[in-house]
């Protein structure tokens, strides 16, 4: 455990010690402010599902340049060796990597809290979608991450990486469009792997366990693969 | 007989399609010093990987101080101070914060970790740029950086991959004198495709070629003989007439660039204890002024040579 929290501190100030930690935050922060404001000026509700279905497209957008350098940076500049070289683990090593990627989008999903404080402030917003909202973002986050760390571990190219994990985004966010036109039992099992499918019932308010379970699933799987793929050496 | 610090049995280790490591076997006891030399893409690396826990051998048994590497990787890796080729470290990082980070990372924690990074550090004069990035340093500095955090948790083995490769004369100077130093206590396993460099500094000599291991003891193929080197003042024919007529001696040819005054000869003998004694009885018998009478370390060159040449000549 101790030797987890020095590689996850590590992670953390070799994140926060870049830019692209501080670029990312500031572009969320603005395009959501944005969208926020519009929203509110033109509806006028009490709600942030438009907010949220705007962070979800943003996040399959942002993950893969958070995670790319991850595990493909450490392996060109063969600091990777000294890693494992140490007496310390592979699960060790992409834990601490994950947790540290899911602390930059915690904490932008923090600072995004900013909006319902306004709702809270000007009306009285209906908190079970929001709390909804939230945590299948943050499952989404989980699942999102993991894939991406999973591409990193898979090359020594960081723009290989970032592509490999946004194609894959790319393609669970709209294969429900495909899904619906395979012949049964093709189109549900499809359509289940939708990353949108699974996020719409979160972000207006209905929480459902398979779509807790989709997301955890993909979080563990892609997790467990990088750890093999870092092992296979 | 005490469990040697390293032993490798019948290593094999297969990249893909490419035998890198070809069924190699050896073992390196307490307080060895011991240099694997060999060309580029001979396989030290992959060698010195599988050691380190970094890499899994195909086949073979390899263990660091009683651990198997399969079963006991950690427990190994606890044994093992590693210094990589061309010094990968983290560049965003301060000195002492990455010594640090890598004391933790091999187990000591709050005072320790401290008093462990300030030992390293004043020993490898490496406080001046305690607080300065990695990034910046030189590549002397690097290299110490990179010995640093070998040594922070004072393992059994010390292994050094290329430990001069890029660096400048004088820092090549001090790294080696620094191995040299920190050998003393350890056991040390070097590898490098310098030969003066390795002849330098080991006691043991391996040599690889294609992933095989030529031999675990190159200066002791070299023990079928000594070589003596004598300055003496005289006439040289009788210094040739008093030389050959000791019991042992092979050869004596005097050394092209030892001047005119007393000249130095190179004397081959049989490896026997004493000739030398007999060689200085016979020239002071002779009237012959004997200045200087010392033992020539065996040629690795020439062994490296004859070793590397006959598996390709017999390829051919």
Known sequence: MRRFLVLLVKEEKALFSSPIAYVLIAMFLLIMGYSF?????????????????QIFVLFLLTVPIMTMRLIAEERKLRTMEVLLTSPVTETQIVLAKFVASMSIIVLMLILSGAYTVVLAIYGDPDWGPIFSGYFGLVLLAAALVGVGLLASSLTNNQIIAALLSLSAFLLLWIIDEYGYLLPDP???????????????????????????AFYLSAAMLSLFLSVRALAWR | MSTPVVDVQN?????????????????????????????????????????TGYLVATSGFVAVAGNDATTQSLALRHEVGYVPEDAPLYDHMRVNEFLQFMAQLKGLFARSSTRAVGTVAER???????????????RGYRQRVAIGQALLNDPKLLIFDEPTSGLDPNQVIAIRDLIRELAGARTVLMASHVLPEVEQIASRVMILLEGKLLTSDALALAADGQRLRLQVAGPEHLVHEAVAAVPGVRSVVVQPDSGVGDRQYLVETDQRSDVAQHLAAALVGRGLALSELVAVRPDLERIFLQLTRRPREEAA
């Open chain 1, 186 to 212: 093709f189109d549900s099992l499809v359509v289940n792997m939708s990353l949108s499918v699974h996020f719409k019932p979160f972000a207006t308010g209905s929480m459902y366990l398979s779509d807790v």
């Open chain 2, 124 to 138: 490898l004069q490496l406080t001046e740029v305690a607080g300065v990035p990695i990034g910046k340093l030189s």
């Open chain 1, 37 to 53: 404001t519009l929203a509110l000026f033109i509806s006028h509700a009490m709600t942030l599902v438009h907010l949220f279905l």
């Open chain 2, 11 to 51: 290593l094999v280790k297969w990249y893909g399609p490419r035998l890198a490591v070809r069924d190699v076997s050896f073992s390196v006891a307490q307080g060895e010093v011991v240099g694997l030399l060999g060309p580029n893409g001979s396989g030290k690396s992959t060698i010195f990987r599988i050691l």
